[in-house]
C-alpha cells in the first residue's frame, strides 16, 4: 500500500529513485553550466536572454519530476510553477525565433509571400 505522501515512484526501488535524482542533479548541472557560458559570453544580449531563460526550464523540470517522484504533496505545490514557466518558455522560444528571423515585420513580409 502506498501512503498519501508518497510519490508516483513510492512503489518503485529506492535505487531507481536514487537514479532519477543523480539524473535531475546531472541534468540540472549541465543546464546550470551552460546558462554561466551564456552569460560568460554576453556579446548578443538580447538573444542570450532568451536562450539563459529556455536553459532555466532544464532544472525546473528536473525538481519537478524527482518531486512527484518522491512526494505527491510537494508536487503538488510545485507542479503549478512547472505549468507557469513552461508557458513563459513557449512564449521566449517564440520571440527568440521572431528574433533571429529579424523581427516581427519581417516575418510578416515572409509569411505573406
Known amino acids: 500500500m502506498t501512503t498519501a505522501a508518497g510519490g508516483t ?5 529506492r535505487a531507481i529513485t536514487i537514479v ?3 539524473s535531475a542533479l ?3 548541472f549541465l543546464s546550470l553550466v551552460s546558462i554561466w557560458f551564456q552569460t560568460k559570453n554576453y556579446r548578443k544580449p538580447l538573444l542570450q536572454r532568451y536562450v539563459v531563460r529556455i536553459l532555466l526550464m532544464v ?5 519537478s519530476s ?5 512526494s505527491l504533496t510537494a508536487a503538488q505545490f510545485l507542479d503549478p510553477v512547472r505549468d507557469i514557466y513552461e508557458a513563459f518558455t513557449i512564449y ?4 527568440l525565433l521572431i528574433n533571429f528571423l529579424g523581427g516581427e515585420r519581417s516575418v510578416i513580409i515572409m509569411a505573406h509571400d
Open 9 to 13: 515512484g513510492s512503489s518503485l526501488a
Open 20 to 22: 532519477a535524482g543523480v
Open 26 to 28: 546531472v541534468a540540472s
Open 59 to 63: 532544472p525546473i523540470y528536473a525538481v
Open 66 to 70: 524527482w518531486t512527484s517522484i518522491v
Open 92 to 95: 521566449t522560444f517564440f520571440q
